[in-house]
């Protein structure tokens, strides 16, 4: 091995672009082509404002601004300077793509970042081929990338350097997490026959909207369904199938959000009081900036123009509760009124990952309200410094050190919850809270929230202990979710509800949930006897089953969303492109086809298409 003389970084990156023959691998953004990306300080992936000369494959979306690129390709020509003009052509390729893998839209899965019980990897997760090549041609640059000792140690030997690096989580590893970005495409292809699978057809109501994250209704006797984008305007949709023209609620000057996919922040959650008829109020959630540019959770009071029930006064906001979010993920985001009456407020655990917010995280810190169910009542008398009550039945009302609003804890990222109608006849169910809770790198869980329910986190994962000294901790008393999926089955859960409707009595009990990174549409029934609940896929039914004229079996992938609306009947809302500006949003509402072969439920559909859309 010899040693080159010092040239220019000028002259060097010519030298890169211009000779270099080793294969650069090329990030490609395509609308709708998007896996879970996210950075190794937990924020989502951006535009740089300035180009970038080395990592220039991540300029137009990556993780690195321009101080960050100047520095991985001062580190990148320190080691070049140990290699002559040949081996730079032959080993410089590898070392540039490994080194720009901090850069990277996925740095956070790449570095196994993710798992706060492994240290952050040295170097990032290599796909075998690919690691196996680099080993072979370029093995002594190893030790001059890092100084870690397992690394340095395991690579006297390919096998052991390549299994060391090897991820968890295989999809991400690199370049096959480039070069197929749209991870577990196949995973429960929506189209597929399954064995025992439900099949479904839907009608599109509504598209054009921008990562639309709830659809509601007043419950006002309207039938009016209102959609929420994540920018922060809520739109008005009429029984007859309608938009008006002038939103609901414009907020978008208020809400901190970004169109960098992976953002969590914005506009969450919203919920009409249960006297809105009369009293004109309803509640939002968003992500806010103090003056002092603290990023925090919001939940405010508004109320409807006197004389446009259409229109929410922009002046009449009164805030009720904000809490400080430590980190840009993890944001909670669902808000509903109990059939008590009472505000039930669902928050992240405060983001990063693991939880690591003192000595147990958040989530099991009953003096924290981040990682809990809040229930608060916004009618009551008002508590001591509180804009709002404290329902006397609360649970830890009288424990010292914990907040009166926690209802329930150890929560991680509920996303998406709702309130159970019940059987339309015998009111069997209603009432219950279901919640779908986000995992961290192996499972998705749903649950049913429980007055001083403890739902595990971080001690457990699902059904897994995750914290081990948390999990073996006798005192540890958690709430098991009703139903667990490892990440085989999907990597994001997206809470649904329970159908109560009347047009598709097939459908009565069955909640029905999604899974927001590979589009699965699934669904739970209890068994009566042994009150378990076993899982059902859905599918779309084929072109014959979904004959009918305006029923359709194909939606966009990115379940962010469900919905229900003033009669029951249940909907979901995806998008192609989960960015905050991207317009490729739908709303579906879901339909039972063997229900619509009869002639009147045929009637009954015709009178939907021409009424409602």
């Known amino acids: 091995m010899t040693t080159t003389h010092p040239v220019s970084r000028w002259s060097r990156l010519m030298f890169l672009r211009t000779f270099l023959m080793v294969p650069v691998f090329t990030v490609i953004f395509q609308t709708g082509v998007v896996a879970h990306p996210q950075c190794l300080d937990f924020g989502p992936p951006f535009k740089p404002t300035i180009h970038l000369e080395f990592c220039s494959q991540y300029q137009e ?78 093995h002594s640059t190893i030790s001059l ?133 009369r009293n004109g109020k309803f509640y939002v959630y968003y992500s806010v900036l103090d003056d002092e540019y603290v990023e925090k959770i919001r939940i405010s009071e508004f109320r409807v123009l006197p004389y446009d029930i259409n229109r929410a006064d922009r002046n009449s906001e009164r805030i009720i509760l904000e809490v400080v979010e430590p980190y840009r993920n993890h944001n909670g985001g669902q808000i509903l009124f109990g059939l008590d009456g ?25 003096s924290a309200l981040l990682g809990k169910v809040l229930r608060i009542d916004v009618d009551g008398e008002r508590a001591a410094g509180k804009p709002y009550g404290i329902p006397p039945d609360n649970p830890f009302v009288s424990e010292r050190h914990a907040a009166p609003e926690v209802y329930a804890y150890g929560v991680r990222n509920m996303w998406r919850c709702s309130v159970d ?16 809770d986000v995992g961290q790198g192996r ?37 098991l979710p009703i139903f667990a999926y490892g990440h085989n089955v999907g990597k994001s859960v997206t809470g649904g509800y329970v159908y109560r409707g009347c047009e598709y009595p097939n459908l009565n009990g069955l909640y029905i949930f999604g899974d927001f990174m590979n589009g699965r549409l699934m669904a739970l029934r209890e068994d009566e006897t042994t009150k378990q609940w076993t899982k059902q896929d859905i599918c779309m039914g084929d072109k014959n089953v979904c004959a009918f004229p305006k029923l359709i079996n194909t939606y966009n992938k990115f379940i962010i969303s469900f919905g229900e609306d003033e009669a029951g009947e249940l909907y979901f809302l995806s998008t192609s492109d989960p960015t905050s500006l991207s317009p490729y949003g739908t709303l579906y509402k879901l339909v039972d086809p063997s229900r619509i072969k009869g002639g009147k439920a045929m009637m009954k559909l015709t009178f939907f298409f021409k009424h409602e859309l």
């Open 61 to 138: 979306f990556g993780c690195c601004d321009q101080q960050k690129d100047n520095i991985i390709a001062e580190k990148y020509w320190t080691i070049m300077d140990h290699y002559d003009h040949k081996e730079q052509e032959l080993c410089g390729g590898y070392v540039k793509d490994i080194l720009c893998q901090e850069c990277s839209p996925y740095a956070a899965h790449l570095y196994d970042a993710e798992d706060p019980r492994t240290p952050l990897m040295a170097l990032p997760g290599l796909c075998f081929p690919y690691c196996s090549d680099f080993y072979f041609n370029c």
């Open 145 to 277: 990338m890092t100084n870690d000792k397992r690394i340095l140690e395991s690579a006297k030997d390919r096998d052991q350097f390549c299994h060391l690096l090897e991820l968890p989580d295989p999809d991400y590893c690199f370049p096959e997490v480039i070069q197929n970005m749209d991870l577990n495409n196949n995973l429960g292809a929506v189209v597929e026959d399954q064995e025992g699978c439900l099949k479904m057809c839907l009608v599109e109501v509504a598209n054009g909207l921008r990562n639309p994250v709830l659809m509601i209704h007043a419950n006002d006797g309207t039938h009016r369904m209102f959609v929420a984008e994540q920018v922060g305007i809520v739109w008005v949709y009429l029984p007859s199938g309608g938009r008006l023209e002038e939103p609901f609620l414009y907020l978008q000057e208020s809400v901190v959000s970004s169109p960098w996919h992976g953002d969590e922040r914005g506009f969450l959650g919203m919920a009409f009081h249960p006297k809105f008829r």
């Open 342 to 366: 009472y505000l039930y407020i669902f928050t992240g655990d405060g983001g990063e990952l693991g939880d690591p917010h003192g000595e147990f995280g958040n989530a099991q810190n009953k």
């Open 421 to 436: 109608q019940g059987d339309p006849v015998t009111g069997k169910g209603r009432g219950r809270i279901f919640c779908g």
């Open 443 to 479: 499972y998705e869980e749903i649950d049913i929230i429980a007055k001083g329910g403890n739902y595990g986190w971080r001690a457990k994962e699902g059904f897994e202990c995750f914290d081990i000294m948390l999990c073996l901790n006798s005192s540890l008393h958690d709430t």
